[in-house]
């Protein structure tokens, strides 16, 4: 069965970096997201992308967060300046049209 | 988007049916109801979706009644495996609208 795919696994940064957060989407499926769960606490919705460019985004998604679909096959989150509270586990999913989505086993962000 | 209402956490034990009931009252017309289940440090995975009535999967069903306004997960024979958090959410389904998870149910299976 395809899967969605997260790098890294695990990411340490220091407050202030710049930290790139990748995915693979399933090659069929057209809707792309980003949701982060911090420790203990619910999935949170972040992001959605279609066609080139976001559809819809949370508050959360303020301007240090930035996504791209840099080429066929991959679909990035960026985080411009991370603050300790960015630490978090980073979910990317997609989606066919009105159909489940299909989440990575996403990418532990620590921030120190 | 519907808002869900389900328990916070369920106990059972081997072997046993587990349901696993959600309210949705505000469940809009085009909206679907989906389960998904998540284990610690892993992201949810999809177990079933149904719009109304019963669906059935190999794994799990889903009993819709009539008016929508909830909906039932049912695990049958559940094994220690099945110790995990079960989100009910409901939406159109994969699109531009981002799926909004409640804190789900912690289901936790005894021996």
């Known amino acids: 069965e395809p899967e969605v795919t997260q790098t890294p696994s695990h990411q340490v940064t220091q407050m202030g970096q710049e930290v790139i957060l990748r995915c693979v989407p399933i090659?069929?499926?057209?809707?792309f997201y980003w949701y982060r769960q911090i420790l203990g606490q619910k999935v949170e919705f972040l992001v959605s992308f279609y066609n080139n460019e976001i559809s819809e985004k949370s508050e959360i998604f303020d301007d240090q967060f930035s996504v791209e679909r840099p080429d066929g096959s991959n679909f990035t989150l960026k985080i411009r300046s991370t603050k300790l509270e960015d630490s978090a586990m980073y979910f990317c999913?997609?989606?066919?049209?009105?159909?489940?989505?299909?989440f990575g086993n996403g990418t532990r962000l620590t921030v120190t | 988007l519907a808002k869900t209402t389900q328990p916070i956490s369920m106990d059972s034990y081997e072997g046993q049916e587990v349901n696993i009931t959600c309210s949705h009252n505000?469940?809009?017309?085009?909206?679907?109801i989906t389960w998904y289940q998540q284990f610690p440090s892993q992201g949810p995975r999809f177990i079933i979706q149904g719009y109304k009535t019963k669906v059935t999967n190999e794994v799990a069903s889903l009993f819709i009644p009539a008016d929508r306004k909830s909906s039932t997960l049912s695990l049958p024979r559940v094994s220690l495996s099945d110790t995990a958090v079960y989100y009910c959410l409901v939406g159109e389904g994969g699109g531009a609208d981002g799926l909004t998870f409640g804190k789900g149910t912690h289901l936790i299976i005894q021996p």
């Open positions: 999913a997609s989606s066919e049209v009105q159909s489940p989505l299909h």
């Open positions: 505000n469940i809009a017309t085009n909206d679907y």
């Open positions: 090659s069929n499926h057209l809707y």
